[in-house]
C-alpha cells in the first residue's frame, strides 16, 4: 500500500532500535510504511523528535513500547504527540501496548495518583485516542478525557497453552492471590479447566498499601485512645465524649493452596511479570504440593532487575508473556522465556480506526474479568 494513499501514518517514538520491532511488525502487517522521524536524545538528555514529513490534516498512529528507561520513553511520546499537534496532523492516536504507572492507580497515603496524571499529559500533548493492551486495572479508563480502546492478550495466550502445552487438558489453573482470581477463573473457564488459588503472602500485597479510605490502618500497641498526635509529637486531649475503637491490625494466614494441583500442570496467569519473587515462592509451593511443571503467563514481560537468572534457577519451566514490552536481553539471559507475537490485533486495531469500523469484533467472547 502507497503511503500517501493509505490516508494515515504510522510513526515509532521510540529512540532505541529494540523497541522498533513490534512497530516494524505491525506496520508490514499493515503494508504501510513506518513514518519518517528522527528520535533522539541530546548531549544533556533533553529529548529531540524531528518529524521528516508532511503530516498535515492526516490521522496519525504512534507506536510507544516503554523499555526499561520508562521516563524517557514517556518524554518520547510527549514531544512527538507535540510535534506532530504543532504540525497540523488531523488525529494523533497512540498504539501503546504497556502503559507505563498502571501499578500506580490509587492513592497511597500521601502519594499521588501518578496514572491520571500522565493521562492528562498525554491529553495535554494532543492525543486524540489510545489502543493498549491489558490494563492494570480496567478502572484506569476512566481517567482519561478521550476514547481508549484496552485490547485483551488472553485469545492468544490461551492459543498457545493449547497449541504448545502437551497434556494441557491435565493443567489447572493457578492465582498466585486472591486477587488474580477473576482473572485466572476466566481462563480456566475457557480451557475447561479447574481453578486453584494461593492464599496467605509473606509480603504485604497491593491493597494493604492503599490509603485508609481503602484499608484499615493499622494501629500502635495502646490500651485505648489518648488523643490526637500533634506535628510536634506531643498528644491533644481527645474531644470530651468521644472514644474512636481500636482497629484490630491485619495478620496474614500461612501460605495455603485452595485447590488440588497434585500430580498436574500448574498455569500461574496474571497481567504483568516484574519482580518475580511472588512466582518463584509461588512456584515453590506448587512443587511442594504436588505439580510436576509450572508455566507462567503473562501479557507483560516487564522482567525487571535479577528476573532472568530468578527464573532460571527456580521451580519454574517456563515464563510466556507477550511482546508489548522488549525482553530479547532477557530472552538470551534465560531460555524458559518465550514470546507470543500480539502485532496482529495491533496491527487490526489500526485498520478498523482509520476505516470507522467497529472494534466489537476483536472484543468477541471477551468478559470482563479476561
Do not use: W
Amino acid at each position: 500500500m502507497n503511503v500517501a494513499k493509505s490516508g494515515y501514518r504510522v510513526f515509532s517514538a521510540n529512540s532505541s532500535a529494540a523497541c522498533t520491532e513490534l512497530a516494524k511488525k505491525i506496520t508490514e502487517r499493515l503494508g504501510v510504511e513506518l513514518g519518517k522521524s528522527v528520535v533522539f536524545q541530546e548531549s544533556n538528555s533533553e529529548t529531540r523528535v524531528d518529524v521528516k514529513e508532511s503530516v498535515r490534516g492526516q490521522t496519525i498512529f504512534i507506536i510507544q513500547t516503554i523499555p526499561r528507561d520508562v521516563n524517557t520513553a514517556i518524554m518520547e511520546l510527549l514531544v512527538m504527540a507535540y510535534a506532530l499537534k504543532t504540525s497540523c496532523a488531523k488525529n494523533i492516536i497512540g498504539v501503546i501496548p504497556y502503559f507505563p504507572y498502571s501499578k500506580q492507580c490509587k492513592m497511597r497515603k500521601r502519594g499521588s495518583i501518578v496514572c491520571k496524571l500522565l493521562a492528562s499529559m498525554l491529553a495535554k500533548a494532543g492525543l486524540t485516542h489510545i489502543i493498549t493492551m491489558d490494563l492494570h486495572q480496567k478502572e484506569i479508563q476512566g481517567f482519561f478525557s478521550f476514547p481508549v480502546d484496552n485490547l485483551r492478550a488472553s485469545p492468544f495466550l490461551i492459543q498457545y497453552i493449547q497449541e504448545e502445552i502437551p497434556d494441557y487438558r491435565n493443567a489447572i489453573i493457578v492465582a498466585k492471590s486472591p486477587a488474580a482470581a477473576k482473572r485466572a477463573q476466566s481462563y480456566a473457564e475457557r480451557l475447561r479447566l479447574g481453578l486453584a488459588v494461593i492464599h496467605g503472602e509473606a509480603q504485604c500485597s497491593e491493597s494493604d498499601m492503599a490509603d485508609g479510605r481503602h484499608s484499615p490502618p493499622c494501629v500502635r500497641n495502646t490500651t485505648g485512645h489518648t488523643g490526637l498526635e500533634l506535628p510536634s509529637g506531643k498528644q491533644q486531649a481527645p474531644f470530651p465524649g468521644i472514644e474512636l475503637p481500636i482497629m484490630m491490625a491485619k495478620e496474614k494466614p500461612p501460605i495455603t493452596v485452595v485447590g488440588d494441583v497434585g500430580g498436574r500442570i500448574a498455569i500461574i496467569v496474571d497481567d504483568i511479570v516484574d519482580d518475580v519473587g511472588d512466582f518463584v515462592a509461588a512456584a515453590e509451593i506448587l512443587k511442594e504440593r504436588g505439580a510436576y511443571k509450572i508455566y507462567i503467563m503473562a501479557t507483560h514481560g516487564l522482567l525487571s532487575a535479577d528476573a532472568p537468572r530468578l527464573i532460571e534457577e527456580s521451580a519454574i519451566d517456563e515464563v510466556v508473556v507477550t511482546n508489548t514490552v522488549p525482553h530479547e536481553v532477557q530472552k538470551l539471559q534465560c531460555p524458559k522465556i518465550k514470546t507470543v507475537d500480539v502485532s496482529m490485533i495491533l496491527a487490526e486495531a489500526i485498520r478498523r480506526i482509520h476505516n470507522g469500523e467497529s472494534m466489537a469484533y476483536l472484543f468477541r467472547n471477551i468478559t470482563v474479568d479476561d
